[in-house]
Structure formats: C-alpha cells, structure tokens
C-alpha cells in the first residue's frame, strides 16, 4: 500500500531542503529524503569543510609571515592537523546539524534517511516502503569522478570526501587535475607544510579561463612551492613502497612522480545511475546529468531536477537558485528561467579569483566591439598596505550598449568585489552607473570605477 504526499524531493543538497520547507509552509505534505549526509556535498564535504580548512592554512601562512609585518615568534610555526580536522569537524556538524534540526522541526515536512530510487513517473521507493506524490523534486548533486585509469584498481587514491577524514599531514600529496578542487586544496596542503605537485592533463591549470589568469594562478602557486606537471595525458597509477607512482608516459619529463598520497580531482558525476530514472521515463544526457527545460522541469511532467545533476550549474548558488526558480514558479505566480542568471563563480585560492560573465575570450569569440579594462593589484592601495599586491583585475564592456559584459578579479577580496559588478549587471545598467558611484577608501572595490574609467578598446 502506498504512501500518499503532495510532494516528495529526493536529495538534501543546497536546494532540496528549502524548497521542502517552502512547500510545507504552503501546506504541501512534503517528504525529503537523504541516502547519507543531511546537508549534501556542501555542508559535508565540499564547500564548507574546504573553506575552514583553507581558513587554518591561511593562519599557519600569516604567521609564518609574521616577520615581513614586524611580528615576532618564538619558534617555528606548527600546524597540529589533529586540530585542524577537529575545528573542521565542528564547523561541518553545526551546518549538519542545523539542516537536520530545521527540517525536522518543520510541519508537513518527513525527513526519511534511506536510498531513494523511482518506481514509476509519481512513485518512489525507499526503506522498502512506497511513496507517491503528483510532484517530485531531484536534488540528488553529484560525487567525485574516479577515472577509468591503469592502475587505479591496485592503489590507495583519496578523493574531496576521503580527505575530510585526514587528520595527519602527508608527506607528499600529488593531486591529478588542476581545476578549481585540486588547486584549492593544492595550496591548502602546502601551506599545511606538505610538499605539493599538482599534476593535469591539459595545457595549462583551469582550462576555462583565460590564458593570462591560468598563468598568473600557476606562478602565485609556484611561489609557494608548489610543483606543477602540465600536459600530463597519458597517466597510469603504481604501488610503490613509500606511495603511490603516477606515470606518464607521454614525451615530457618527468615521466614518473611518487607521492605518499595522491588526491584525485578529476571531475564530477552525477548520482543519477541508482535512481531508477528508467523507471519513471526521466531522460538524461550522455553523461548522465538529467535534462531539463528553462524552469528545471524533466521531460516527465510531475518531476523537476535541481541542481548539480541537472548540469545547468556546478555550485551551491546555482543550486540554491534552482530552488528559488521552482518555488517562485511554483507558489508565487512568476515565470523565473536559468537563462535570467549571470554566471559567476570563485576560485577560493589565495588571493582569490572572483569571476562574473563573459571571458575575454568568450567577449572575442563573439566578434562584438568591446572595451577592456586591466589593472594589476599594485595599484590597489589595500592590496600594498597588507603586502598582497598579486593578480590583476579586468572589465569587458560591450561597446555599443555600455553593459558589462564580464569580469575577472584575481586578487585580494576578489571574491567579495566581484559582487559590485554582477549587481550591475544583473540591473542591467551601464557601466557608467558604477563608474560614477563613490566608494569607500582604502579598499579594493574602491579601484572598480578606476578601472571602468580607463577602457581601451579591445583590439
Ligand atoms: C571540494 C569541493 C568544494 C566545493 N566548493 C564550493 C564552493 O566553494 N562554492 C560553491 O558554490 N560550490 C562549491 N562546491 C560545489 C557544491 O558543493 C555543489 O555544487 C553543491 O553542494 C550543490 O549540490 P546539489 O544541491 O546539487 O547536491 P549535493 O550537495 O551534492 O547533495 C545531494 C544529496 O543527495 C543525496 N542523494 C544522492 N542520491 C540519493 C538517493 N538516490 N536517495 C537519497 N539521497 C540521495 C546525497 O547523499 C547528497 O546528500 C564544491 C564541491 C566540492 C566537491
């Protein structure tokens, strides 16, 4: 006999819990379900986790530069990773918990803890029991890819999730893939006290960049000590006695690098393969990401996808957005689409690299005129004052409307500062709105209009 709700989502990544919540204020009886951890790849062992991790590696390298700042220490600077993992572990089990805690405490709202898989278009089945629901929300994000790669098999290989679980300090951790996970946690070890070689497979790091921003990323990192080995495509993987070897026997040097640990930071996969999809006529793509229309909705009427395993984003804003887009949609009359958002992301390295629109690249590809605007982060007074003057900041506008078209900040805040600009994108007004606005001295943002008043045109 089956169970009867008004909805059901299946997830509780960066979208399923609030929308649960939503609809159960709306008076919806709404199920949630979660196969592991309540709060997803976020809270557990993404996002979260790796910032507070980043936020110990910052101190240990703050006070290791005591000295340019007239600090004295008596002794070395330590880093006890016992420590590091516990604070880690509390920041991680308070979001858990207050996820946990919200949905529990929510009326209409049944949090189930067990596997969910489809069992027709309106049904799924988890813990043996049967549920049905005329609307279904998939928030089911992804997980790490593990690539088809000899040896993969015979060697011990870590991964985002297992390194949540490091509480020493690896003598040599050799990261595969040089994109915004491994990079992070590149600088993050190194700074741990590691030695750190980051291998990819590409030309060069963060392939979707521009050029000039892979390259100044590479260099920061290289002056920490951290060992790159780029153009890497024809790896394989080997015990070793003190580690594990990675192999690549295509014609650069070094052919061979042994580490104690290697992180594997490759990509991400969708968790659609045990979701019985099949059984409820969702279609996805080649990948495996499942298909979805402008407002998120599967080709099954009834079922929505949000999220990392709709393929339309990658981050806990874009998720969060998905969930925004559905309950505006769904219980406040508007018609929100995904293509009404900008993208814009960071790379949580240090300084960060805070991104919005279009690349420089992309603003060429597209053969429009446009202006540009470059700054190096010398010139940023707040940047001098704390001796963090690396990176740069660039603007592209498009010429004939005056929009933003994108931007990039590689530089101290630039995570933060990016925001001033995406809000005027998203307004929709010319740069000269910016460009005119009076900011606050001494900080980075206050560069912006600066930079906005010094375009060339993009030749
Ligand atoms: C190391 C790392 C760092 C990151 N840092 C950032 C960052 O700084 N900023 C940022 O914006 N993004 C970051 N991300 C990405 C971010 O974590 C995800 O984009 C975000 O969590 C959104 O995921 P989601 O909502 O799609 O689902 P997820 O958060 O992945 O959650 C999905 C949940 O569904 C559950 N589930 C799956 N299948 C089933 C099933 N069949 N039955 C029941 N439950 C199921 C899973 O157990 C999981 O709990 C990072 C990711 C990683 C790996």
Same mark, same amino acid.
């Given at each position: 006999?089956?169970?009867?709700?008004?909805? +059901?989502?299946?997830?509780?990544?960066?979208?399923?819990?609030?929308?649960?919540?939503?609809?159960?204020?709306?008076?919806?009886?709404?199920?949630?379900?979660?196969?592991?951890?309540?709060?997803?790849?976020?809270?557990?062992?993404?996002?979260?986790?790796?910032?507070?991790?980043?936020?110990?590696?910052?101190?240990?390298?703050?006070?290791?530069?005591?000295?340019?700042?007239?600090?004295?220490?008596?002794?070395?600077?330590?880093?006890?990773?016992?420590?590091?993992?516990?604070?880690?572990?509390?920041?991680?089990?308070?979001?858990?918990?207050?996820?946990?805690?919200?949905?529990?405490?929510?009326?209409?709202?049944?949090?189930?803890?067990?596997?969910?898989?489809?069992?027709?278009?309106?049904?799924? #089945?988890?813990?043996?029991?049967?549920? *049905?629901?005329?609307?279904?929300?998939?928030?089911?994000?992804?997980?790490?890819?593990?690539?088809?790669?000899?040896?993969?098999?015979?060697?011990?290989?870590?991964?985002?999730?297992?390194?949540?679980?490091?509480?020493?300090?690896? *003598?040599?951790?050799?990261?595969?893939?040089?994109?915004? +996970?491994?990079?992070?946690?590149?600088?993050?070890?190194?700074?741990?006290?590691? #030695?750190?070689?980051?291998?990819?497979?590409?030309?060069?790091?963060?392939?979707?960049?521009?050029?000039?921003?892979?390259?100044?990323?590479?260099?920061?990192?290289?002056?920490?000590?951290?060992?790159?080995?780029?153009?890497?495509?024809?790896?394989?993987?080997?015990?070793?006695?003190?580690?594990?070897?990675?192999?690549?026997?295509?014609?650069?040097?070094?052919?061979?690098?042994?580490?104690?640990?290697?992180?594997?930071?490759?990509?991400?996969?969708?968790?659609?393969?045990?979701?019985?999809?099949?059984?409820?006529?969702?279609?996805?793509?080649?990948?495996?990401?499942?298909?979805?229309?402008?407002?998120?909705?599967?080709?099954?009427?009834?079922?929505?996808?949000?999220?990392?395993?709709?393929?339309?984003?990658?981050?806990?804003?874009?998720?969060?957005?998905?969930?925004?887009?559905?309950?505006?949609?769904?219980?406040?009359? *508007?018609?929100?689409?995904?293509?009404?958002?900008?993208?814009?992301?960071?790379?949580?390295?240090?300084?960060?690299?805070?991104?919005?629109?279009?690349?420089?690249?992309?603003?060429? *590809?597209?053969?429009?005129?446009?202006?540009?605007?470059?700054?190096?982060?010398?010139?940023?007074?707040?940047?001098?004052?704390?001796?963090?003057?690396?990176?740069?900041? #660039?603007?592209?506008?498009?010429?004939?409307?005056?929009?933003?078209?994108?931007?990039?900040?590689?530089?101290?805040?630039?995570?933060?500062?990016?925001?001033?600009?995406?809000?005027?994108?998203?307004?929709?007004?010319?740069?000269?709105?910016?460009?005119?606005?009076?900011?606050?001295?001494?900080?980075?943002?206050?560069?912006?209009?600066?930079?906005?008043?010094?375009?060339?045109?993009?030749?």
């Amino acid at each position: 006999m089956a169970k009867t709700l008004d909805a +059901i989502v299946i997830g509780t990544g960066q979208a399923g819990p609030s929308l649960a919540v939503r609809l159960a204020n709306a008076g919806r009886k709404t199920a949630i379900i979660e196969r592991k951890l309540v709060g997803g790849t976020c809270v557990n062992n993404g996002c979260i986790p790796t910032k507070t991790l980043i936020a110990s590696a910052r101190a240990a390298h703050v006070a290791r530069s005591g000295a340019d700042f007239g600090v004295t220490l008596d002794g070395a600077v330590g880093v006890d990773m016992r420590r590091v993992k516990a604070r880690k572990d509390a920041v991680v089990q308070k979001s858990n918990q207050g996820v946990t805690d919200w949905l529990k405490g929510t009326p209409n709202v049944t949090l189930i803890m067990g596997h969910a898989r489809f069992g027709g278009p309106h049904a799924v #089945r988890v813990n043996g029991e049967l549920l *049905e629901a005329p609307q279904i929300f998939v928030n089911v994000g992804g997980r790490a890819t593990i690539p088809d790669m000899p040896g993969i098999d015979s060697v011990p290989f870590l991964t985002n999730s297992t390194m949540m679980e490091v509480d020493f300090l690896p *003598e040599h951790l050799v990261i595969v893939g040089g994109s915004y +996970i491994g990079l992070e946690f590149a600088q993050m070890y190194r700074r741990f006290g590691s #030695r750190v070689t980051v291998i990819e497979m590409g030309p060069r790091l963060i392939g979707r960049e521009d050029e000039d921003v892979s390259q100044a990323i590479k260099e920061i990192l290289e002056s920490e000590g951290i060992a790159f080995r780029l153009n890497a495509t024809c790896m394989s993987l080997a015990k070793r006695s003190d580690g594990v070897a990675v192999n690549m026997s295509c014609d650069e040097e070094p052919r061979e690098i042994v580490g104690s640990h290697v992180l594997l930071a490759v990509g991400r996969v969708p968790n659609t393969d045990d979701l019985g999809l099949d059984k409820a006529g969702v279609k996805t793509d080649a990948r495996g990401y499942i298909v979805v229309d402008d407002e998120l909705k599967t080709n099954v009427p009834g079922v929505w996808a949000l999220g990392d395993a709709n393929g339309r984003g990658a981050f806990t804003h874009t998720s969060y957005n998905d969930y925004e887009i559905v309950a505006a949609n769904l219980l406040d009359g *508007e018609t929100r689409r995904v293509s009404q958002r900008i993208p814009t992301y960071a790379l949580f390295i240090d300084p960060p690299l805070g991104r919005a629109g279009m690349t420089e690249r992309e603003v060429r *590809e597209s053969g429009r005129k446009a202006l540009i605007g470059r700054m190096q982060m010398t010139r940023v007074g707040r940047a001098r004052e704390r001796s963090e003057t690396k990176g740069f900041m #660039r603007i592209l506008v498009d010429a004939a409307t005056k929009k933003i078209l994108g931007a990039g900040l590689l530089g101290i805040e630039g995570d933060e500062v990016i925001h001033c600009i995406l809000d005027v994108m998203s307004a929709g007004a010319p740069y000269t709105v910016l460009q005119k606005t009076m900011h606050i001295h001494p900080t980075v943002s206050e560069l912006v209009p600066t930079l906005l008043g010094d375009l060339k045109p993009l030749t």
